[in-house]
Protein backbone atom coordinates (compact mmCIF):
# COMPACT_ATOMS: atom_id res chain seq x y z
CA UNK A 1 0.00 0.00 0.00
CA UNK A 2 1.18 3.73 -0.91
CA UNK A 3 1.44 6.12 1.41
CA UNK A 4 -0.37 9.39 0.16
CA UNK A 5 1.21 13.03 1.23
CA UNK A 6 -0.90 16.09 0.29
CA UNK A 7 0.88 19.38 1.43
CA UNK A 8 0.04 23.14 1.57
CA UNK A 9 2.20 25.89 3.32
CA UNK A 10 1.87 24.98 7.39
CA UNK A 11 0.06 22.18 6.55
CA UNK A 12 0.68 18.32 5.81
CA UNK A 13 -1.28 15.61 5.49
CA UNK A 14 0.08 12.03 5.34
CA UNK A 15 -1.49 8.90 5.23
CA UNK A 16 0.27 6.05 7.27
CA UNK A 17 -1.00 2.69 6.44
CA UNK A 18 0.58 1.30 9.24
CA UNK A 19 -1.31 3.18 11.91
CA UNK A 20 -4.60 2.85 9.31
CA UNK A 21 -7.01 0.42 12.24
CA UNK A 22 -4.70 0.81 15.22
CA UNK A 23 -5.09 3.71 17.56
CA UNK A 24 -2.49 3.13 19.24
CA UNK A 25 0.21 3.72 16.43
CA UNK A 26 -1.17 6.37 15.70
CA UNK A 27 -0.87 7.96 19.09
CA UNK A 28 2.64 7.22 19.27
CA UNK A 29 3.13 9.20 15.39
CA UNK A 30 1.76 11.98 17.62
CA UNK A 31 3.80 11.73 20.19
CA UNK A 32 6.76 12.43 18.07
CA UNK A 33 5.55 15.84 17.28
CA UNK A 34 5.17 17.23 21.18
CA UNK A 35 7.89 18.70 21.61
CA UNK A 36 9.05 20.00 17.97
CA UNK A 37 9.38 23.47 17.92
CA UNK A 38 7.12 24.91 14.99
CA UNK A 39 4.52 22.22 15.17
CA UNK A 40 1.60 24.08 16.02
CA UNK A 41 -1.16 20.69 15.99
CA UNK A 42 -1.15 17.25 15.03
CA UNK A 43 -4.66 15.28 14.00
CA UNK A 44 -5.02 12.05 13.77
CA UNK A 45 -7.87 9.45 12.10
CA UNK A 46 -6.86 6.47 12.80
CA UNK A 47 -10.15 4.88 10.93
CA UNK A 48 -8.05 6.06 7.88
CA UNK A 49 -4.61 6.25 8.96
CA UNK A 50 -4.49 9.93 8.30
CA UNK A 51 -1.95 12.74 10.23
CA UNK A 52 -2.62 16.05 9.91
CA UNK A 53 0.17 18.10 10.77
CA UNK A 54 0.08 22.10 11.19
CA UNK A 55 2.92 23.72 11.16
CA UNK A 56 4.54 27.10 11.79
CA UNK A 57 6.40 28.14 8.10
CA UNK A 58 8.95 30.36 9.74
CA UNK A 59 9.95 27.62 11.90
CA UNK A 60 10.21 24.58 9.94
CA UNK A 61 8.68 22.83 6.47
CA UNK A 62 6.60 19.86 5.11
CA UNK A 63 10.26 18.19 4.45
CA UNK A 64 10.93 17.88 8.48
CA UNK A 65 7.44 16.58 9.30
CA UNK A 66 8.18 13.83 7.08
CA UNK A 67 11.77 13.38 7.78
CA UNK A 68 10.60 12.87 11.59
CA UNK A 69 8.08 10.24 9.98
CA UNK A 70 10.56 8.44 8.03
CA UNK A 71 13.55 8.07 10.77
CA UNK A 72 10.98 6.50 13.28
CA UNK A 73 9.98 4.20 10.07
CA UNK A 74 6.31 5.97 9.72
CA UNK A 75 6.72 6.79 6.08
CA UNK A 76 8.83 5.71 2.98
CA UNK A 77 9.06 7.82 0.44
CA UNK A 78 9.54 5.51 -2.21
CA UNK A 79 6.06 4.35 -1.80
CA UNK A 80 4.31 8.03 -1.35
CA UNK A 81 2.37 9.25 -4.08
CA UNK A 82 1.18 12.54 -4.07
CA UNK A 83 -1.98 14.84 -4.68
CA UNK A 84 -1.68 14.87 -8.47
CA UNK A 85 -0.66 10.91 -8.31
CA UNK A 86 -3.41 9.83 -6.56
CA UNK A 87 -6.55 12.10 -8.47
CA UNK A 88 -4.93 10.44 -11.51
CA UNK A 89 -4.82 7.01 -10.06
CA UNK A 90 -8.61 7.38 -9.36
CA UNK A 91 -9.84 8.54 -12.62
CA UNK A 92 -8.30 5.48 -14.16
CA UNK A 93 -9.52 3.44 -11.78
CA UNK A 94 -13.36 5.35 -12.27
CA UNK A 95 -12.77 4.98 -16.07
CA UNK A 96 -12.19 1.29 -15.95
CA UNK A 97 -15.39 0.89 -13.95
CA UNK A 98 -17.55 3.54 -16.10
CA UNK A 99 -15.94 1.28 -19.70
CA UNK A 100 -17.14 -1.71 -18.04
CA UNK A 101 -20.65 -0.79 -17.26
CA UNK A 102 -20.54 0.49 -20.76
CA UNK A 103 -19.56 -2.84 -21.98
CA UNK A 104 -21.96 -4.99 -19.81
CA UNK A 105 -24.92 -3.02 -21.34
CA UNK A 106 -23.83 -3.33 -25.00
CA UNK A 107 -23.41 -6.95 -24.59
CA UNK A 108 -26.68 -7.11 -22.59
CA UNK A 109 -28.60 -5.24 -25.01
CA UNK A 110 -26.93 -6.93 -28.02
CA UNK A 111 -28.44 -10.13 -26.22
CA UNK A 112 -31.47 -8.55 -25.51
CA UNK A 113 -31.96 -7.93 -29.18
CA UNK A 114 -31.27 -11.12 -30.43
CA UNK A 115 -33.75 -12.71 -27.91
CA UNK A 116 -36.48 -10.85 -29.23
CA UNK A 117 -35.05 -11.06 -33.48
CA UNK A 118 -35.62 -15.02 -32.43
CA UNK A 119 -38.63 -14.99 -30.94
CA UNK A 120 -39.90 -12.51 -33.48
CA UNK A 121 -38.55 -15.09 -36.57
CA UNK A 122 -40.46 -17.58 -33.90
CA UNK A 123 -43.81 -16.45 -34.45
Given at each position: ?NY?V?H????????????????R?????????????????????????????????????S??VL????E??????????T??????????????S??????????????????????????
Amino acid sequence: MNYYVHHTPGRVRVRIPDIKGDARKGKRVEKLFENVEGIDEVTLNALTGSVVVHYDTDMTGSDAVLRILKENDYFDDTKAITNEQYIQSSVSKAGKSFGKVVFGWVVGKAIEDTGFAILAALI
